[in-house]
């Protein structure tokens, strides 16, 4: 069945540093792979949309990077700050099709 | 742009009562929205997808006759928790896709904390 693993549950990184989240997936093919955050209690804010075809996408302070090859997402927050803490959610899809979401990573950004 | 609200944002209901949440797209037309459950500290399950129209397409394990879902219009859907009961505590999460996006984009509302007692 498919499967989405986020590998850290939670990640605890000093603000200015570079916070760095995984995504791992088996028995799938994606087409598109997103990145969402969420708070306590509110649902999911989008943040970046990543095509099977692309290897990096940069927006601001974040990057994502693809590799199909290893079926890996690499999430990327720079100079992160306190602000930043937050959940942090895979999901992928297929064109058109629903999307399977990742258990999450609970980032939280230390002063 | 791109703003789905949600209807309440909480519920507190005794069991064997039935809840209607409603969602909308407020500034976008959506063909498709979909309705998820996400229990705390776990990932969000889609539990059906909504065409508007048409039938809601439920996901193996969700009881259609439980859960009854009516998308009437291109910017409504409402999902309706039928005789609740505490173990159907949940907070619960709508999404919709923008009919003019090709991107597979969904555009997720607030949410509706929902407590059984």
């Known amino acids: 069945s498919q499967k989405i693993e986020q590998n850290s549950e939670a990640l605890n990184i000093q603000e200015g540093k570079t916070a760095t989240l995984t995504c791992n997936y088996t028995?799938?093919?994606?087409?598109?792979l997103q990145w969402y955050r969420q708070d306590p209690g509110r649902g999911p804010v989008f943040l970046l949309l990543?095509?099977?075809?692309?290897k990096e996408k940069r927006k601001e302070r974040l990057k994502v990077t693809f590799d199909t090859t290893l079926k890996q997402s690499l999430f990327h927050i720079t100079a992160s700050q306190p602000a930043d803490s937050a959940t942090y959610l895979c999901?992928?899809?297929?064109?058109?099709?629903?999307?399977?979401f990742g258990s999450g990573t609970r980032l939280s950004i230390r002063p | 742009g791109a703003v789905v609200s949600q209807h309440p944002s909480w519920v507190i209901c005794k069991s064997g009562t039935s809840v209607k949440i409603e969602c909308r797209s407020l500034d976008f037309q959506a063909t498709t929205m979909f309705w998820y459950r996400q229990f705390p500290k776990q990932s969000l399950m889609l539990m059906a997808t909504s065409n508007e129209g048409s039938k809601a397409t439920y996901e193996q394990g969700v009881e259609k006759d439980k859960f009854l879902i009516n998308h009437a219009s291109l910017t409504l859907s409402t999902l309706t928790v039928t005789s609740a009961h505490p173990e159907d505590s949940s907070f619960y999460i709508c999404s919709a896709r923008d009919r003019t996006s090709g991107r597979n984009e969904q555009f997720f509302g607030p949410g509706t904390r929902l407590t059984v007692l």
């Open positions: 990543i095509r099977e075809n692309e």
């Open positions: 999901a992928l899809s297929s064109s058109a099709s629903k999307i399977i």
């Open positions: 028995n799938y093919s994606p087409a598109y």
